[in-house]
Nanobody
Framework: QVQLVESGGGLVQPGGSLRLSCAAS????????MSWYRQPPGKERELVAV????????TYADSVKGRFTISRDNAKNTVYLLMNSLKPEDTAVYYC?????????WGQGTQVTVSS
């Protein structure tokens, strides 16, 4: 059974940091590209960051470049998103995504709220 379980969300003040984790199981994690998406309130889901299967290549949305870092540990079947210098506009539900060939899986999301 495929599972992607996100954790690490919560309430943080502007300028603060959070690290999200996504634990994967039920598929060959090491061959999948992994991504983080987010869906702000009342808006469509958007891509935040992508990391290649081997972890060599990363891509970021312009809105988070220089503040967020995506990484993965293939030995632990886990992908991370380190978020620094958080802004109120980063408030969203953050989703983990796994993609390989025609197969794609989603987690259920974790809420991140940036507010004073």
């Amino acid at each position: 059974q495929v599972q992607l379980v996100e954790s690490g969300g919560g309430l943080v003040q502007p300028g603060g940091s959070l690290r999200l984790s996504c634990a994967a199981s039920g598929f060959t994690f090491s061959i999948y590209a992994m991504s983080w998406y987010r869906q702000p309130p009342g808006k469509e889901r958007e891509l935040v960051a992508v990391i290649s299967s081997g972890g060599v290549t990363t891509t970021y949305a312009d809105s988070v470049k220089g503040r967020f870092t995506i990484s993965r540990d293939n030995a632990k079947n886990t992908v991370y998103l380190l978020m620094n210098s958080l802004k109120p506009e980063d408030t969203a539900v953050y989703y983990c995504n796994a993609k390989w060939s025609i197969w794609t899986y989603w987690g259920q999301g974790t809420q991140v709220t940036v507010s004073s």
